[in-house]
Each structure stands twice: as C-alpha cells, then as structure tokens.
C-alpha cells in the first residue's frame, strides 16, 4: 500500500518558484518525509526530510502541514536541470526503516 | 573520489544464464542497498545489507542472490536470468541506519532476451 500520493506530473517555468505536492494522511507519529529526485537516466539523489519542522538547504524547502498529513517541496528559483522525477517517501525512523519509492511526480521545467 | 559505482553500465543476456552486478563503493559505509527500477513500478528493494556477511531481504528478493564478503562490494547475482527480470539495477549506501541520505549509484541497465 502507497503511504504517499502525488500527482502524476506538473510544469513550471524557468525562475519561478515549483510548488510538488504530497498527501501521507496515514503518516504516524515516528516516520520522517523525505524528497528524493531522479533526473532521467541517473541514480535518485536526496533533497530534504523533515518530522514536523518545515525545513530549508540550499536545494529546497520542505513545508509540512500542523496535522502532518501533507507537504509541500518547494523549488524556490527552478531551472531548467530542475526537470526530474521526485519522490516524496515517508520512513520510519527505526533501524530497519527503509525508502519505499512510489511513482513520484514528474517535474517539468519549460523555457 | 569514486563514491559508489556500478559495472558494467550496461549488459545484455539471454534467458538461463547467470548475471552478477556489481556495486563497489569507497565511503566504508555499512548499510548497501540493491533496487530494480521499471516504469510504472518506481524503484522497488531488492535486497540490503547492514554490514559484511549480513543480507535481508527487500521488497522483490525472488530470483537474485547477494553476497557481502567485504564492505565495499555488495554484488547481485541472477542466478539463472528471465526476461521479467530486464529492468534498470540501482546500487545505494548509507554509513548507518538512522543516517537520512542514500546515496545512489549510476545503475545498471539489463536487458534479458
């Protein structure tokens, strides 16, 4: 069973900021979201995780909803090498927890 | 500064045969990882490893077999290969359990016939 839902696929363009969304309604109280991407043809790449915080690096920013039920990744300039695949996961923080990858949302950025 | 990497990049068999991937990386990291990726599947978990000599099984561990003699290396080996088993092999390491990133290798492409 998919813990997370995210839409097939989205656009943006070039400079503006990308907004992904993802729905984990059954997330519990000890798993983590996580965002990974995959641009075509190479091995996926981490970007952020957070617990319940919103979270900023350099590549991105992770809002969570108070409820938890939701996030959002946020690409705040996105260029062109932004077109990927992405990923949101949600993991348990135990020592067996592992990343269980769904199908993402595939992100296009246009000229 | 190799990382992780995967050989060979790209392999073509027929079916019956036996295909090894291999997956070498440099970091000492503990905990490998070996994935399939097929459309409309994402990446599925094959098999992992904590440490050398421990292995477990993953998500879709039937028809591969792992082996962990040393740290660096995790080789996959399909035993007696199928043309369902054509797919895109990714190779993963992270120093500890609870460390968050993965870190990925370029994968393997194999093509069965």
């Known amino acids: 069973d998919a813990k997370t839902t995210q839409p097939p696929s989205m656009d943006c363009a070039e400079g503006r900021a990308a907004n992904l969304p993802c729905n984990h309604s059954t997330i519990s109280g000890n798993e983590y979201v996580y965002w990974y991407r995959q641009i075509h043809s190479q091995g996926p790449q981490y970007i952020i995780h957070g617990l319940k915080n919103n979270e900023t690096n350099e590549m991105a920013s992770l809002i969570i909803t108070e409820d938890r039920k939701s996030s959002t990744l946020i690409l705040p300039h996105a260029t062109l090498r932004d077109t990927a695949v992405y990923y949101c996961i949600v993991r348990g923080g135990g020592a067996n927890s592992k990343l269980t990858f769904g199908k993402g949302i595939t992100l296009s950025v246009r000229p | 500064d190799a990382g992780i990497t995967q050989s060979p990049r790209y392999k073509i068999t027929e079916t019956g045969r036996q295909v090894t991937l291999m997956c070498h990386q440099t970091?000492?990291?503990?905990?490998m990882f070996w994935y399939r990726q097929d459309l409309g599947h994402g990446l599925r978990l094959i098999y992992y490893s904590a440490a050398a000599d421990i292995t477990d099984k993953g998500e879709v561990p039937d028809g591969y077999v792992v082996s962990r003699s040393k740290t660096e290396n995790f080789p996959l080996t399909l035993e007696s290969a199928t043309r369902s088993q054509t797919s895109v092999y990714f190779c993963?390491?992270?120093?500890?359990?609870?460390?968050?990133?993965?870190?990925f290798g370029p994968g393997t492409r194999l093509t069965v016939l």
């Open positions: 993963a390491s992270n120093p500890h359990s609870s460390y968050n990133e993965q870190f």
């Open positions: 970091w000492s990291h503990s905990y």
